[in-house]
């Protein structure tokens, strides 16, 4: 049986800013008044600084460790005074003193020597280029396969865990979070472009259409607030995990996944990006930078969420549902069922079922074969029994509420 294998230190060590999110469209920035919850651990906290001088605090300075190595940066210098916007804002002082450090001692740009960078302080190496280009330039000439950051609320929690197992993880670190470009949720005529930086917060607050319901539905459900200021969707699909949020939502709104690399841009299907547990199609030198959503119009949709609680849990199961209606009947619908099987699925013989009949017989028509597919295990969360009970009953849910909310579709 496939294995559903947990995230990584979910839950540890991911305690990002609570009010810093990137405001409608995924556009807005960190205000240069706000004070920075930094200001209350400054003693501990260094400063980040990128290639173009751009300098700002980070939020998750207040799950660091004291007494990491590395000497203190001038007071007042970036603590919420730079110009830096987007999820990142920096990591944490094991990766942002780097960009500091060593900038301000005239060392020379790129990577460090040896084989994580300059290890004599104990750090590791870390990169935060402002332009795609020099991101992929960074990434080609690094001495060993960086760790692409971007909220780093996967990221962090995996190193964490694996350093509490003496498995450390000192790859270099290319930290996106200055790539203005990445930052936007765009409309672009026949789909929306959202960018690699758009956070879980931006997407709840964007002014979307209707068949994004699932989407943002799932956005708001995320962790809990904190890390949906700090946590991006492309880092979600990214992280590639069984139980992974952003995935059913879009896999029932047949999103494309945009990568660019050496080699050029190219799209791959969400389907075909995530090739298995924790395992996706990105190259070593590629990263990934939107996910494209086609315009759905008149399409409903849903998102139903398992867990032990309502906040900060990893989903038992999720259902995502996306429908479009015309004269009362179901001309097109789309389903997909995430953490009961290695990859969140979508279920082609329900989706086939469901066609031409009316809105109203539609919950009624999910039955258990139509679940044959799923692979869901047992583990601290549930049965796999539990599971494909629960699917079916979410399944249900959600193939009857949105469908009685027609006017939101109409208003599109
Ligand atoms: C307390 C807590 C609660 C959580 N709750 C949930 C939850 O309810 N549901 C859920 O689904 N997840 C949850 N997560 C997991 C996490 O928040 C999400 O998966 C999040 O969306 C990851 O985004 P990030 O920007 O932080 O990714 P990061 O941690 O920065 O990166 C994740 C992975 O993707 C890679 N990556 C990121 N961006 C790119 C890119 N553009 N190109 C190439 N590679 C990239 C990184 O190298 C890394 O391997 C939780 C995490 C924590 C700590």
């Given at each position: 049986m496939p294995a559903i294998a947990d995230r990584p230190g979910g839950g540890a060590n991911a305690r990002g800013r609570g009010t810093a999110g990137m405001g409608t469209a995924g556009m807005g920035t960190v205000g240069r008044g706000r004070r920075d919850p930094c200001d209350t651990v400054a003693a501990d906290c260094a400063v980040a600084e990128g290639p173009a001088g751009a300098t700002g605090c980070i939020g998750m300075c207040q799950g660091m460790r004291p007494g990491s190595p590395g000497r203190q940066p001038p007071r007042g210098a970036g603590h919420g005074a730079g110009p830096v916007g987007g999820p990142g804002r920096g990591a944490n002082r094991m990766a942002h003193s780097h960009g500091a450090w060593f900038a301000a001692r005239g060392r020379p740009r790129g990577w460090f020597r040896g084989r994580t960078g300059d290890t004599s302080q104990g750090m590791t190496a870390y990169h935060r280029p402002t332009t795609l280009p020099e991101a992929l330039r960074l990434l080609a000439e690094a001495p060993a396969p960086p760790r692409i950051l971007a909220g780093g609320t996967d990221l962090y929690p995996a190193r964490a865990a694996g350093e509490a197992?003496?498995?450390?993880?000192?790859?270099?670190?290319?930290d996106l979070s200055a790539l203005p470009d990445l930052a936007a949720i765009e409309d672009r005529g026949d789909h929306h472009r959202i960018g690699a930086l758009v956070t879980w917060a931006a997407l709840r607050d964007a002014p979307l259409p209707p068949w994004f319901a699932a989407l943002r539905q799932a956005a708001a459900q995320v962790g809990g607030a904190q890390v949906q200021n700090r946590a991006t969707l492309l880092g979600n699909l990214c992280n590639a995990s069984p139980a992974a949020d952003g995935v059913p939502p879009l896999l029932a709104l047949d999103a494309v996944v945009e990568m660019a690399g050496p080699r050029g841009p190219r799209r791959l299907p969400l389907a075909q990006f995530i090739l298995g547990?924790?395992?996706t199609a990105l190259a070593a030198d590629e990263i990934a930078t939107a996910i494209l959503v086609p315009k759905a119009p008149g399409a409903v949709a849903r998102f139903e969420k398992l867990g032990a609680r309502a906040y900060l849990v990893i989903s038992i199961v999720m259902v995502a549902a996306v429908i479009e209606a015309e004269a009362g009947r179901i001309a097109r619908a789309r389903i997909a069922i995430g953490a009961c099987s290695p990859v969140a699925q979508r279920l082609p013989a329900l989706e086939a079922a469901l066609a031409g009949l009316p809105?109203?017989?539609?919950?009624?028509a999910a039955r258990p074969e139509h679940l044959a597919a799923l692979s869901p295990i047992d583990d601290v969360?549930?049965?796999?029994?539990?599971?494909r009970q629960a699917a079916l009953v979410l399944l249900r849910r959600a193939l009857s509420t949105p469908l009685a909310a027609p006017a939101e579709a109409r208003a599109a």
């Open positions: 197992w003496m498995r450390p993880d000192d790859r270099p670190l290319l547990n924790r395992r809105l109203a017989a539609a919950a009624g969360r549930a049965t796999a029994a539990y599971r």
